[in-house]
């Protein structure tokens, strides 16, 4: 099954991997890992398991992410997390997700809505945000909602954006 | 850019230090001291410009020192050089990657 994700974010997901160079050699070892456990199944079955594999992604994914960091996991719209979410590398959320996220870098989708406790190094609210966050480098667009309380140390927001609470510069 | 030129409008230059009440109908450019009430149109902080007090304005453009309360009816950019402390109230919101905000904010 995941030979499929193998193809499917290389073309989706460009931009991450011209950012991380050796994501080449990793790549080849996690195929070898799974190409004995699913050989050829997926290829008939594409259509259907897309969908809700891009939701899977981003359970599924957290196990192997843990050795390798290069692709970014997606909670796609129409998703609904709920509960601790604990990962390295990028999460992207275009669905809903409640509840506390510890990850490296963080982007809420112009669609997507993150409530909840979030502790990152990189956030792109592009979306809706409420709740408490502490961030490093923040970048909030025209589309953003943020409402809360929010600890950064770089701090970027276009014009547009809506934003109610308070910022912190942590020094 | 002369303000001091044009009506209604009041300029404060590098070095200057104010502390008062200003009501200027149109421009205020402030790149000097100032600390006291500020009501104007358009205000425009220089980077050396350093300003504590309440601030209403329509417009408000932050390249210097900006504290405590401050309300702008349309637009307050906080450049990359801008150092904004206090409440702030604004109708839209722009801040450049470098401009440092820290308080409540609330749009209006």
Known sequence: MFNKFKSAPNNATTETEEAAGPVAPEEIVLVKEEEPAVPVAPATTTPNVTPSATQQRGNGMMGMLQANVSKPSILSEGFYFKGELSAKGTIHVEGSLNGQVQVDELTIGSRGQVDGIVNCKIFHIKGRFSGTATCEELTVTSSATVDGHVVYKTLSVQKGASIKGELLLAK | ?108
């Open chain 2, 1 to 108: 850019m002369n303000p001091t030129t044009k009506q209604n409008s009041v300029f404060i230059g590098e070095g200057v230090s104010f502390k008062g009440s200003i009501n200027a109908p149109d421009e205020a450019v402030i790149e000097g001291q100032f600390d006291g009430d500020l009501t104007v149109s358009n205000l425009l902080i220089g980077q050396t410009g350093r300003v504590t007090g309440t601030i209403k304005a329509d417009r408000v453009d932050v390249k210097g020192e900006l504290n405590k309360d401050i309300s702008s009816r349309q637009l307050l950019i906080v450049r990359s050089t801008g150092k904004v402390n206090g409440t702030l109230e604004y109708g839209e919101i722009e801040i450049e990657r470098g401009g440092q905000v820290r308080g409540n904010m609330s749009q209006l």
